[in-house]
């Protein structure tokens, strides 16, 4: 009974806090008040106040309008890194779980280098060689992510591959593509969903420190990552450059966190 | 000093449980009954009759969503109901022991034997340096011929029997009141929950512990409980000492539990699948030998499970495959299904081969619908049918196998073991097989949902002629069906030939085994 209310809470807190982000994301599409990278040297610094809800930056930017033209980049980011990670995660998870044998070593071998390194240094180095791009980033942070999904839908699979009905598909001649897509896949959803949850939170994280850097999402795009980088300097002299892209990055991080906290306790019935 | 009296008394129980909507669902109603001191109690009753609750009620381990609404449990005079969680934790294993069905996952996989029982002494005691003796000496009482070995060992090395053993015994070390036995022999072969059995009752009259024993198989209580209640629907329908409620049912569900249970062939309308005149063979092993490779220092190293394993199976034939568990009867299986690759010998199939396997849980894929399982089992067999034709077929299919136009739509946890069960034969027919391997399709099926299964096998073996390989340790399924037997022993099959003939004048060592256990236990 506690549980049960205690993970509604999560829900509650979690989306509202993610709704926050949707809107400003929904808003940054169709309309900013200011251009994202119009600059006007005479409005530089301004503190928040009805005309520049943020404030301005060291250029005169308004904060709020790159904050919610920041918000699509990082949504973008954020989900389609997940959905390559995903895809490649799913196909060798699937085929090292379900063969086993060489096929599972090579596969568990290279997944186990890809996560030996720091993964935000591998994604450096694949932005450094290929050159920093919107798509590059997303392939890049999609590969180093891509093992932990592996790992998962693996492990998973191997559990499944006992139980009767797997049997008695093989028995029945099915195709082991549809046995794994078909019959495996749909039973891994309670494992996947806090996954790709947990994924798009820190496929966040790595977007915002790659920007930071200067390897991540490239001006004239705005980044919440690349506002930091910019608004350091200010840290002391202009807070609010750094407060509001905080802000954002922590309601969205925060909100996902406390969202696969609900799926994880309602979709495994509440075991931890 | 053990209670004098009734050591345990239930009165007028209710408790329900909350559903997904949070509405309260009845599960035990007014339940009565007691427990005399040093006696065992025997609870059976069909599955979702609420054994389990009654269990979980008074050793207090029900979960958040059960709620006790009245009524009262006194335990030695104290009314548990009243108590508060923490108080009741103090009892549990001190004054009452619970052991549980599974055996695999009741013991710590990464602790010896000896450091899961020392675990519990230095519960009651506080101190586990004088636990070795007595540990030793209690692997001794529960039947295990050295101690020393067992006790180094982790539960992964243990097969079922032994570590349901090792669960009475950690349960024995705290010497408790009562001992509460949640179906502790259902996922065990005749021979050793037959010796699961007498190990309980030798405990029973040695130290004076009280047991309620649960069970859904009459024919296990029979020989082993002073008293045996019936419960249906979360009430005692039938209460009496086991002689009584086995020659003078009361009630008529009992009388029909009765019957189900003794798998009577002429009650039941089972006739069992003879081999037509001239009839072909469908399937014929020679010389299997098969096996499982563990991974040696250097190389691989295999295991041979089963040895040289010849038969050869006609047209329209039932056979029955018996054998203690352990003895490879299912990695035989597994070779014929081709799910293991045999390392030698030849199978040779006249047709297609389906399978029904033991656990009713496991049998159908959660995902998803019965009707997508009837339809993958089509698209398997190689024929093509619009969605159109596809529903009349299937409800016809359904039919046959005993179950209802609505189970159509329904995912498996939607229904119960037998109905699951049933499902999972339906996907058989759909393939129009030649031969089905039905691996221990009763075994974890109630008394109820058994006769209708073994009825149901028996039926299609009739009427659609279609072969089948039956594998169980429960003799009397074995006489209901099958005209031939295959005896299987350490990996070779030691007798085979015509059912009456095998199990009324024993050759082998293992078919003399299989039918004194059976006598007690089946």
């Known amino acids: 009974m506690r549980s049960s209310a205690n993970s509604k809470r999560y829900l509650y807190i979690g989306s509202a806090l993610l709704a926050i982000v949707a809107v400003f994301f929904i808003i940054g599409l169709i309309w900013t008040p200011y251009g994202i990278n119009s600059t006007d040297s005479a409005s530089k610094f301004i503190a928040p106040c009805a005309e520049h809800l943020f404030g301005t930056d060291n250029l005169g930017r308004d904060v709020f309008s790159r904050c919610l033209a920041a918000a699509r980049y990082t949504l973008l980011v954020s989900f389609a890194g997940v959905a390559v990670a995903l895809v490649i995660g799913t196909i060798t998870g699937l085929l090292a779980g379900y063969y086993g044998g060489i096929i599972d070593k090579v596969i568990m071998v ?3 280098s890809i996560m030996c390194f720091p993964g935000i240094l591998l994604a450096l180095v694949a932005v450094a060689i290929f050159g920093p791009s919107l798509y590059n980033v997303i392939w890049a942070l999609g590969l180093v992510f891509a093992p932990t999904f592996a790992r998962v839908y693996r492990s998973s699979t191997i559990e499944l591959l006992g139980r009767d009905y797997i049997l008695s598909a093989k028995v029945m001649k099915v195709n082991p593509v549809r046995i794994m897509f078909v ?4 039973n891994l959803m309670p494992q996947i969903l806090p996954a790709v949850i947990i994924g798009l939170a820190n496929m966040t994280l790595f977007e915002s420190g790659m920007s930071y850097l200067g390897l991540g999402v490239q001006p ?7 506002m930091l980088a910019d608004a350091q300097s200010y840290m002391v002299t202009a807070p609010w450059l750094i407060f509001f892209p905080t802000l954002m990055l922590v309601c969205y991080i925060l909100g996902l966190y406390f969202v696969s906290e609900w799926v994880r306790t309602s979709v495994n019935g509440g075991s931890k | 000093m053990r209670y004098k009296g009734n050591i345990l008394e239930v009165n007028d129980l209710c408790l329900s449980l909350s559903n997904a909507d949070g509405a309260p669902v009845k599960i035990l109603n007014n339940l009565k009954f007691n427990v005399r001191s040093g006696e065992i109690l025997g609870l059976i009753g069909d599955s979702g009759s609420g054994k389990t609750m009654t269990a979980l009620a008074v050793s207090g381990l029900l979960s958040d969503f059960a709620h006790v609404d009245s009524g009262e449990i006194i335990f030695e005079g104290e009314d548990l109901v009243k108590k508060t969680p923490k108080e009741r934790r103090l009892l549990l294993g001190e004054k009452i022991g619970v052991i549980f069905q599974d055996p695999s996952s009741a013991l710590d996989p990464l602790q010896t034997v000896e450091s899961n029982l020392s675990e519990i002494i230095s519960i009651r005691d506080g101190d586990k340096s004088k636990g070795h003796e007595r540990i030793l000496n209690m692997l ?30 950690g349960a024995a070390l705290m010497n408790p009141s009562l001992l509460i036995a949640d179906e502790p022999t259902s996922s065990l072969d005749t021979v050793t929950s037959m010796s699961i059995m007498q190990l309980l009752h030798e405990m029973c009259q040695e130290m004076g512990i009280s047991i309620l024993f649960i069970s859904h198989n009459l024919n296990t209580v029979r020989n082993f ?23 003078q049912p009361k009630s008529a569900f009992t009388a029909e539990l009765l019957m189900k249970s003794k798998l009577d062939p002429h009650a039941l309308g089972i006739t069992r699948g003879e081999a037509r005149e001239n009839a072909a063979s469908v399937l014929t092993a020679k010389s299997i030998c098969a096996g499982y490779k563990y991974a040696g220092f250097t190389n691989d190293k295999m295991n041979h499970v089963v040895n040289n394993v010849d038969f050869d199976i006609l047209e329209g034939e039932c056979v029955g495959l018996i054998g203690s568990s352990g003895c490879g009867k299912t990695t035989l299986v597994k070779s014929i299904l081709g799910l293991i690759k045999p390392s030698s010998g030849i199978i040779e199939m006249n047709g297609r081969i389906a399978a029904v ?5 496991s049998s159908l894929n959660p995902a998803h619908t019965v009707r997508w399982h009837l339809a993958e089992a089509l698209r398997a067999s190689g024929r093509k049918m619009t969605r159109e034709e596809q529903k009349p077929y299937f409800l016809k299919i359904l039919e046959d196998v005993g179950l209802e136009g609505k189970h159509l739509n329904r995912f498996p946890h939607q229904m119960s073991g037998g109905q699951r069960q049933k499902a999972a034969i339906a996907m058989c027919l759909v393939q129009e097989p030649a031969v089905i391997i039905a691996d221990e399709p009763f075994s974890a099926l109630d008394a109820s949902s058994q006769a209708s299964v073994i009825k149901l096998l028996s039926d299609i073996n009739a009427n659609r002629g279609t072969t089948m390989l039956i594998v169980s340790h429960n003799l009397l399924v074995i006489k209901a069906m099958c005209s031939k037997v295959l005896v299987m022993d350490k990996g070779r099959i030691v007798e085979s030939g015509n059912t009456d003939e095998v199990l009324e004048n024993p050759k082998a060592e293992a078919t003399h085994a299989l039918l004194k256990a059976g006598k007690y236990a089946v």
């Open chain 2, 357 to 361: 396997f033991q656990d009713p849980v």
């Open chain 2, 140 to 169: 001794k009482t529960v039947g295990f011929d050295d101690p020393k070995q067992i006790a180094k060992r982790y539960p992964h090395r243990l097969s079922g029997g032994q570590r349901q053993r090792v669960l009475i015994a």
């Open chain 1, 110 to 112: 290279l997944s186990n």
């Open chain 1, 220 to 226: 004239p795009a705005a980044s919440y990552g690349k």
């Open chain 2, 225 to 247: 409980c002073d008293r045996v209640m019936v419960m249906k629907e979360g009430t005692i329908i039938d209460a009496d000492t086991s002689w009584d409620i086995m020659g």
């Open chain 1, 183 to 186: 019959h495996i896949l749909p």
